[in-house]
């Protein structure tokens, strides 16, 4: 797609979204060629009119209350491949292609603890440190 | 993996996973083989007790507020192959296999809304017809 997309199709989209009381919706990001789901944030309008206009994702940062343009600190940002709502409106799936790693942690994705027969395992290397990534946290 | 879990690593499953003020947390099920997408639904203590005793998908429905084992009125279940955490316990991935279709409208997936620079587009064919799926809705 080319960015930005006009404001004719943000403003379909924006009218497709059911947001929830708090002004927000789920948006799961899963990498667009190898299918890999890497993350599940949030996002608000102006969040969603920002990643359609710039082909970058950006969400809404609950803990922070403000909008978070991933990578932004930690240059692991996420270009925009497709753009999907769901049925009933309320939850987001965006294929990215993600630089680098998703997770805070350095690893890939952020779904990393598996429930074994065993108890619970880690399934993914951490490929980046913390302090790799960030001064501070993303 | 051989359900039922044992009652410990359920425990430490519970433990790890942080529900939110309603006593819900976001589940995403993807199938296990394809990787494709296919639906996002909510889940609280008593359904993640019951996918892992059962090896197939409950969820909780939010507008009916009980327990909604996936595909009990439409036999579109969800066999559960793995049950992963995210880094911050507070959205589960579901790898699954999908007998049929995910999506109450027939589709295999939910998310079959795209945005695309022409506007709202959709992507995925009903399957299977509503009426073939229920009298009333899943």
């Given at each position: 797609m080319t960015y930005p997309l006009s404001a004719n199709t943000i403003e379909k989209a924006?009218?497709?979204?059911?947001?929830?009381?708090?002004?927000?919706v789920p948006?799961?990001?899963?990498?667009h060629?190898?299918?890999?789901v890497l993350m599940m944030a949030w996002m608000n309008?102006?969040?969603?009119?920002?990643t359609l206009n710039n082909g970058r994702v950006c969400y809404f940062?609950?803990?922070?209350?403000k909008l978070w343009h991933k990578g932004e600190s930690s240059g692991?940002?996420?270009t925009l491949k497709n753009f999907r709502i769901d049925c009933d409106g309320d939850t987001l799936l965006l294929l990215v292609d993600?630089?680098?790693?998703?997770?805070?942690?350095?690893?890939?994705?952020c779904f990393?603890?598996?429930?074994?027969?065993?108890?619970?395992?880690?399934?993914?290397?951490?490929?980046k440190s913390p302090e790799e990534l960030y001064g501070s946290s993303d």
């Open positions: 924006l009218a497709a979204i059911s947001f929830n009381d708090d002004g927000l948006a799961i990001a899963q990498q060629d190898t299918g890999e309008r102006e969040a969603v009119i920002e940062s609950r803990s922070r209350e692991q940002v996420q993600q630089e680098g790693v998703a997770c805070h942690t350095g690893r890939r994705t990393y603890t598996e429930v074994t027969d065993e108890g619970l395992k880690e399934i993914a290397e951490v490929e």
